[in-house]
Each structure stands twice: as structure tokens, then as C-alpha cells.
């Protein structure tokens, strides 16, 4: 049977309440309360073009951009990509986000790869998704072409705020006096975060038995429960628990302090060489967009990318603003290409 929206032969008419607010009879007939209705809309629009308050969207015409993300909602990345669908949607290019999780970002990368022409699609990268899992033999290359890097964000040895303090040179000590016994937690086998671990164990002469997490989420609660005595995750994941005093950092990733914990030394100032590795989040397109629609995109992405609010939401979020586009961009993900093939390569064997 056929599903009908109205009222049906057999139903009552309908109930009418007049009301000394309306100015129309409350009789009055459908067909001349929708017209009415539609009048009444276009008045009010007219007004407020002459009032200059109504524009229509520059976009209302074009198909909606997809960003598709390789990772559940509220993470890290889904929350960069956000910023960045929202900042391109306000600039006349409407984008959405959509997620798919799984496979370390590869089954959004895959997607993305295939999307023709008929559907615009974006792929927010990642750090594990494009940098790492090809040189772990985890994904064959791709027809992807980076278009922006949006930010970065080092990572992290954490432990609980609740624990008894705990200082690097220490936790290091104990490792070193039992091979094996004191675990450390990751975003999962083959993340950055797990390649960094195994850095930090090879770079410290210690041995530490790795932990494997799916996400940051149930890391962080076991963390602080105080099922794992340290995690290794990216400060954009766990600045907001540090913040309120709830998790405390040992070390930081990089070359020089973050902005934004300046408060945690890098693992260089403790004497451990080589940990400068980064995560980072970038938009990349498929072969389906044509080089002059590239460009335009591009050229949108700098400009939305430059713009100190972004880079304030980006700050608020526990991420630092790259803002790299084009060919810069291409130049960034090579440099990373070799960063992580050195760390692979020093500690790959032990990623099984």
C-alpha cells in the first residue's frame, strides 16, 4: 500500500484555531494560505535584500565538496578536517566531512583515489596513512596529489597525573634494569606514535614491551586508570587532558619546545638523539580533478589557510599552523618520506 501524507477519506477535517495573532481567517482555504505563505516569505526576503541582510550562497549551485577522513569522529584528524571544511565552505566552496575508519586511514585514502570527476573529493592525509603505511608495505602507492599541508603537531610520552611523578631519566632506568616487563601504549601497530616508541627504546638502549591501542580514546582513559604506565600519542590528542592536570608529559618530539606545552623539554635535551619526528594533516586530490581545478583549489587553500582565525582555532585545538601549499607542500611530504623510511628503517624489524 502506498504511503499518502494528508489526511485520508475517512479522516476528520481537519481542526481550525482561530487566533487573534494571525491576520488570516482560520477558515481560510489551503490553497490560499500556501500562496499567502509564499508571498509572505518572498516580502520578507525582499526586505531584507533591501536591507542589505540576505545573500544568496555563491555555492548554492555547485555540488558539495566531500573531505574524506580515514578516522572516526572526534579524533584528531576529524577535527582538523572541520576547520578546514568549515573555513572552505565560508569562502564559497561548500565541503563536507565524511568519515571512514579503518585500516589506518587507508580505506578513506582508497576512496579518495578512486573518486571520479562526478563527486569532488578531498582526502584530509595524515602522517601514518600516507607517509608510513607504504613503506611498511601496508598500501600500494596512489594517484594522490598533496595540494596543502594544513598543520602539524609532535608527539608525546605521557603518563598519569595520578601516578607517582615520574621523570624520563628514571622510567628509563627501570626499563634498563627489566628488559620487557614495563609496557608502553600507542595508537596501534605501524602508527607514528608506535614507530616513535620503538625509536625511543632503540635510541635509549632499552627494551619496553609495546601496547596497542585502536585509538587515543581508550588509551587515554586506561592511562589514567592506570592500566598502562605510559602512552605514546601526539600532544594535539592529549594537550586538552594535560591542560587539566589529568596526564603528564615527559617528553616532546622535535627539534626545539612546542608553543604550545613550552613547559615539556624535547627528548634532545634529555640526551636521546634523532626524535624529532612530527605528525601532520594536509588535503591531497585525486586524478579525477583537472589541473586547472587543482590550481583554484589550491589558490582558495592559501588563502584560507593564512588566515589568523583558522590559525587560532588550529592553536585552540592543540595543533600548530604549517599552511604550506602547492609545490611547498610536495616538498614537505618528501622531506617526511625520508624522515620516517630513516625511522623504519632503524626499527622496522620490530613493528611485527
Known sequence: MPFSWGPGAGDPPPR??????????????????????????????????????????????????????????GGGADHVARLVADALSQDGSLTVVENRPGAAGQIALHEAARASAARPTLLLGTVGSVSIAPL?????????????????????????????????????????????????????I?????????LLCRQAGVQMTHIPYPGSARAMTDLQGGYVPVLVSTLQASLPLMRQGRLRALAVTGTRRSALAPQVA????????????????????????????????????GRVLAAPALHERLHADGAEPVALTGMAAQDY?????????????????RLG
Do not use: K, N
Not at 605501524?190 to 620503538?198: M, N, P, Y
Open 190 to 198: 605501524g602508527s607514528s606514535a608506535h614507530l616513535v616508541g620503538e
Open 136 to 188: 611498511l608495505a601496508q598500501a600500494q602507492p596512489l594517484s594522490l596529489m598533496p595540494l596543502a599541508i594544513i598543520a602539524s603537531t609532535p608527539h608525546v610520552l605521557l603518563s598519569s597525573a595520578s601516578a607517582p611523578a615520574m621523570h624520563l631519566p628514571a622510567l628509563l632506568e627501570d626499563a634498563r634494569r627489566h628488559p620487557g616487563e614495563i609496557g608502553y601504549a600507542s595508537l596501534g
Open 266 to 301: 624535547t627528548f634532545g635535551e634529555f640526551g636521546i638523539a634523532g626524535m624529532a619526528q612530527q605528525a601532520w594533516y594536509g588535503v591531497l586530490a585525486p586524478s579525477s580533478w583537472t589541473a586547472p581545478q587543482r590550481t583554484a583549489l589550491v589558490e582558495r587553500l
Open 333 to 349: 611530504l618528501a622531506g617526511q618520506r625520508e624522515v620516517w623510511q630513516q625511522a623504519v628503517a632503524l626499527v622496522g624489524a
Open 16 to 73: 481550525t484555531c482561530p487566533s487573534r495573532f494571525s491576520p488570516f481567517p482560520a477558515s481560510l482555504p489551503p490553497a490560499d494560505a500556501a500562496r499567502r505563505r509564499q508571498l509572505g516569505a518572498l516580502a520578507g526576503l525582499s526586505a531584507a535584500a533591501a536591507l542589505g541582510l540576505y545573500r544568496a550562497p555563491a555555492h548554492a549551485a555547485e555540488p558539495a565538496c566531500r573531505l574524506l577522513v580515514g578516522y572516526g569522529a
